[in-house]
């Protein structure tokens, strides 16, 4: 190994082994080597699940609050079952759980967490965020949800109701933000742009078109 | 939740239900989450436990056990699950944030109870 810039803590661990493995991980590789020779699921169905996964993203949660704000109708089909309505968007789903979009108002404002693992919409935002699935998120959403948004920077008025989701077993939830003020001659498109994965967890609130300006 | 508020079509003539299919709860009842602690696999967390709720919702359609479903048993009795609406303040009787802050959670019929 070439000597290093010794400055940087990390550069000595980037050849490091990694740990090995631990009893889960060795018990799942177990179970999925053994399901393949048993020819019970292929190597490629595995592959091609793991491609399915990734190709999801919250572009398209984003898309689905944009058309929910700019067609009343769609919004009302979405409310009501949140499975057909994406899929009338051509964004199917792989797992059999029921999804439930949760709109939040100027009286209520929603939050999603899964105290017992990391339940998350992944049809539709894809994979969820390393802090969703540690414990001091899982714990303090259901705690103190109003202490654990302000450190997010989201401040929640008094008068407003905040509800924990807990996705425990069959539902999928994902929160409908309020459509940002000033944004009455946006295309659908301009719209989506506004609309980010922690908007959709119920973390912050969609952008404004300014807060977006200023961020380029 | 007009999802899970969904009526089934009267049917026409009268039809005798299977154990499971209609469910025993309705929206608007007080509920109370059992206090068991059973070996295996449970989706039910404790911190609800004991603590008291009103049935928001009825979810739909019904589904299998997944604490049978957790040991490979996929088939058979199919039950309702509920979305249950319990205060934070009943969870936590410190709570210090509005007092109509609350948790919405999915609880399998076999752990509700009515109260």
Request: net charge negative; charged share 30%; glycine share 6%.
């Amino acid at each position: 190994m070439q000597p290093h810039d010794d400055d940087h803590g990390h550069a000595k661990t980037t050849v490091q082994d990694d740990p090995p493995p631990s009893y889960y991980e060795v018990m799942e590789t177990s179970v999925r080597e053994l399901l393949v020779e048993k020819e019970v699921i292929g190597a490629d169905e595995i592959r091609h699940m793991l491609e399915v996964m990734d190709s999801r993203t919250p572009a398209l949660g984003a898309k689905i609050v944009a058309r929910a704000w700019v067609d009343p109708e769609f919004k009302a089909r979405l409310l009501a079952n949140g499975r057909t309505a994406c899929e009338e968007l051509g964004i199917d789903f792989f797992e059999d759980t029921q999804f439930l979009v949760l709109e939040n108002t100027e009286k209520v404002h929603n939050l999603l967490v899964c105290t017992l693992c990391s339940c998350y919409p992944r049809e539709i935002l894809g994979l969820p965020p390393d802090w969703y699935k540690q414990k001091p998120y899982r714990a303090r959403a259901v705690k103190e949800p109003r202490a654990l948004l302000a450190e997010f920077g989201t401040v929640i008025p008094d008068d407003v109701e905040i509800r924990v989701n807990d996705s425990t077993a069959m539902l999928r939830y994902m929160v409908l933000p309020q459509r940002p003020e000033g944004t009455e001659n946006f295309t659908e498109e301009q719209l989506a742009s506004l609309v980010t994965r922690d908007a959709m967890i119920g973390i912050v609130r969609a952008n404004t078109p300014n807060r977006k300006e200023q961020s380029r | 939740m007009p999802q899970t508020a969904r009526r089934k079509t009267k049917p026409s003539i009268h039809v005798v239900h299977a154990i499971g299919e209609e469910p025993i709860f309705k929206a608007g009842d007080s509920v109370r989450i059992s206090v068991r602690y059973p070996v295996g696999h449970y989706r039910v967390p404790t911190y609800i436990r004991g603590k008291r709720g009103r049935v928001e919702a009825v979810i739909e359609p019904r589904a299998v056990n997944n604490e049978e479903e957790g040991f490979g048993r996929n088939a058979g009795l199919k039950r309702h699950y509920y979305r249950i609406a319990i205060p934070l303040t009943e969870l936590w009787p410190k709570y210090s944030g509005s007092p109509y802050d609350g948790l919405r959670i999915e609880v399998f019929e076999t752990w509700l109870e009515r109260n």
